[in-house]
């Protein structure tokens, strides 16, 4: 290879002879001056490799795969030689490989090959300019070589680090490139996915409606979206690009299902809080006229001989003293009336509670369970303690009352002395909870029930009260079979 000449050496490794001859036809049509050497297998390329200036090496991607030293080998002679690998179409996946395994670039041998064969003798030319005859310029050529691919991986590293998932599509929407992150999202690497449809990842027939591939400038106006992929909120951005002149898009999926959460979350918050005021402050209006209401009552009750007037009256008494009850829930609710703390026994307030509603419980024949355990004293208000039980006891009830088995209530406490906590489980063999309704029990006015029986205010004032000692409370249900519901109050002092 001493005479110079703009002439471009290609080897062509392919075995099948047809195949051979289409291709250098092809490669005749698009391109000159060209020398085209065919051979049929890579340990006669490797002697030819030594000993002449190739520009580029194409190799039947069969031969490749069953060569698996070849590109080592090439290196070894410190040669930097692009190697491109021919793939029959509808195998695309090997061109992955190819990559993966060192090649350069890739041919897809279809029915337009020949203008991919343009473009790929275009890049390898580009590359190839380095090469000049002297042995100077060769050591700098492989030099260069190996800094592309060093910056090459190191870009790649860079991309890989990056926990947001990141893809590049094509026209076809196939995945062009992709992190590690994205690949994985699925449990898969990088190669395997290359080359293939991105919405077949997602389960999909076709592209999503945010994909802007094929879409006119109207369609890709937007760049950014927020939507829901398989349970997971993503904020979805995507940058076009050009790959070859052909379009091209970046997209970068960030997963923003917590910050969703906490969103909503803070919205809730403000939400009650807001509620908690305006309840406080009717209450407030309310309960003034109520007493006014309650004392006249009771007043005309004691003056009053007429049955009929004092049955009506009485009435009127009865739902005024109803309308206070609620009036105080709520203040309860919003916390406005202070906690009185004394220190108590848990097992004998549960008695306490019990014994009040012992009338109630004797007619719908429910069965009480007392399963108390040796616990300490605590500080609480009682009064609240009470209510929390309460609560639990009428909601017991009530899932009961809605099935026809037997009732049966059981009242558990212990202590955890690592924890230090005080344990009330309050379980019953209603007719259980939803799994879709469960995370909303506590919300404020949420209630399955009737007006007449329910405010769906009962769980949200015993959260509040228990929230307020310190402890937690939480349910746990089996629909159909029952529910129980755990209180945990830490150690006073
Ligand atoms: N022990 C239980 N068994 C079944 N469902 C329950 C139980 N306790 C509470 N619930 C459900 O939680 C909802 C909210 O309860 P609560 O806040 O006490 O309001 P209310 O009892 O007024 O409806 C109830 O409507 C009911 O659907
Ligand atoms: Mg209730």
């Excluded at 260069?144 to 790649?156: A, E």
Aim: aromatic content about 8%.
């Amino acid at each position: 290879m001493n005479i110079k000449s703009d002439k471009k050496k290609v080897l062509l490794i392919n075995k099948t002879i047809k195949d051979g001859a289409l291709l250098e036809k092809a490669f005749r049509d698009i391109s000159s001056p060209l020398e085209i050497i065919r051979l049929r297998d890579t340990q006669k390329a490797l002697g030819v490799l030594n000993s002449e200036k190739i520009d580029a090496v194409f190799i039947d991607y069969a031969l490749f795969n069953s060569s698996p030293g070849f590109i080592r080998e090439i290196r070894k002679g410190n040669l930097y030689i692009p190697v491109i690998a021919i793939i029959q179409k509808g195998k695309e996946l090997q061109a992955a490989e190819a990559i993966k395994e060192g090649a350069y670039d890739y041919l897809l041998k279809d029915a337009g090959y020949e203008g991919q064969l343009s473009r790929v003798l275009e890049r390898v030319r580009g590359a190839a300019s380095l090469n000049k005859d002297k042995d100077d310029d060769l050591e700098q050529q492989s030099i260069l070589f190996r800094q592309i691919y060093k910056s090459q991986k190191w870009w790649q590293n860079i991309i890989d680090s990056i926990t947001d998932y990141i893809f590049v599509i094509d026209q076809n929407y196939k995945i062009l490139r992709t992190n590690k992150a994205f690949a994985n999202l699925f449990g898969k690497e990088p190669a395997d996915i290359i080359m293939r449809p991105y919405y077949e990842l997602f389960g999909l027939k076709q592209p999503h409606e945010w994909c802007v591939i094929g879409k006119s400038a109207d369609g890709a106006s937007q760049s950014a979206v927020e939507r829901t992929l398989n349970d997971t909120y993503y904020l979805i951005s995507y940058y076009p690009i050009f790959y070859d002149e052909h379009k091209a898009a970046v997209y970068i999926m960030k997963d923003i299902t917590e910050t969703r959460r906490l969103k909503d979350q803070v919205y809730h918050l403000d939400k009650l809080s807001s509620l908690g005021t305006l309840t406080s402050g009717v209450a407030h209006e309310i309960n003034n006229p109520l007493t006014g209401i309650i004392g006249y009552t009771e007043m005309l009750l004691m003056k009053n001989e007429d049955d009929t007037t004092k049955k009506y009256l009485r009435n009127v008494y009865d739902s005024a003293l109803r309308c206070k009850r609620i009036v105080e829930n709520m203040l309860t609710f919003s916390r406005q009336t202070p906690a009185q703390k004394s220190v108590e026994n848990i097992n004998d307030i549960i008695d306490k509670t019990v014994e009040l509603h012992e009338y109630w419980l004797k007619s719908t024949n429910i069965e009480i369970i007392r399963s108390y355990g040796k616990v300490p004293y605590v500080a609480v208000d009682r009064q609240q303690m009470q209510q929390v039980i309460l609560n639990l006891l009428i909601n017991a009830e009530h899932a009961i009352s809605d099935t026809d088995r037997r009732g049966r209530i059981e009242f558990k406490t212990s202590f955890d002395s690592e924890l230090k906590l005080t344990l009330i489980e309050v379980a019953d063999n209603g007719k259980g909870i939803p799994k879709d309704i469960l995370p909303k029990i506590f919300d404020p006015f949420f209630t399955t029930k009737p007006v007449n029986k329910g405010t769906g205010l009962g769980l949200s004032i015993a959260h509040g009260i228990i929230a307020e000692q310190g402890g937690s409370i939480e349910a746990r249900s089996v629909p159909g079979k029952g529910t129980s519901f755990i209180i945990r109050l830490p150690q006073a002092g």
